[in-house]
Structure formats: C-alpha cells, structure tokens
C-alpha cells in the first residue's frame, strides 16, 4: 500500500514532565532552534510554520508525481489527499504501470543478465554453523511454554 500526503508528528510532554518533577532545561543559539520542543508548550507560530513548511513539501511532491505519470492519473479528487491505496487501487488511478515481484519483472525489462544483490548484516562465523538451529529450537520450547501456562 502506498499513500501521497505528508506527515509530521510530534509529542507534547511537558505535562508529564511537570508532573513528576522534572525541570526543562535548554540553551540555544538562534531564536527558532527549539521549534516544536515537545518539552514545553505548543507554540502557534511554530504550527503555522511546519504546516506551511508541510504544505511546500506536498505541493512539490503533487508536481513530481504529475509531471513523472503524465497522462495516467485518473481525475480523483481524492488521489492526493494522503489517503493509502493497495495495488489494484493504483493501478486503477494511475499512480503505477503494474504489479508485480522485482525479480520477474526487472528480467522482463531488462533480460535475464539482471543481477540482485542483497544486503542485510552478515551472519556470524557462529551462526553460519548450525548456531541459528539451536536458537530456534529454543525459542520454539520458549513459545510452548508460554501457551501451555495459558492451557493451550
């Protein structure tokens, strides 16, 4: 699922901070430095800044996904709400050519000499070896010791 909008959350803790004693204690340079702290009190001129700074973002993102689909995005009031769509919703307004898996799909584009590369940690030495087995192993006695406190 996809969805085009921008997002900005933040939290207001200086209730809580209050209430179990904690004192806030900050020192900046620049008058705007601690912009939406969540440490202290929401600041309206802080909100009305990062909305205007959310709507800047938007409106260039709307542009790129125009200018980029040209001609394929169905007239939907609702395509850039920020609303999220599955696949066949997309496809359906334009917001994608098709669905797919990468490997398939990059071959076909590309010819079979496509080469994928996977990232991720590597495995240790330890692991490697048959280590992982173990732990699963355990971790599979760990989970039917849970159910069976609960009679399952």
Do not use: C
Request: net charge neutral.
């Amino acid at each position: 699922m996809g969805s085009i909008g921008v997002i900005m959350a933040f939290f207001g803790l200086q209730d809580f901070i209050a209430r179990h004693g904690v004192e806030r204690r900050i020192y900046t340079s620049g008058e705007n430095k601690s912009q939406l702290d969540p440490f202290r009190a929401e600041d309206p001129d802080d909100v009305a800044r990062f909305q205007a700074l959310s709507d800047t973002i938007h409106t260039a993102f709307i542009d790129h996904v125009k200018t980029a689909r040209q001609g394929k995005l169905a007239e939907d009031d609702r395509l850039f709400s920020g609303e999220f769509w599955t696949g066949t919703q997309a496809r359906e307004l334009g917001l994608i050519d098709g669905i797919g898996h990468i490997v398939p799909t990059m071959k076909d584009r590309y010819g079979d000499k496509v080469r994928f590369a996977v990232y991720g940690p590597k495995k240790s030495l330890f692991k490697r070896f048959g280590a992982s087995l173990v732990g699963q192993a355990l971790e599979a006695v760990e989970d039917r010791s849970l159910w069976a406190r609960l009679g399952l």
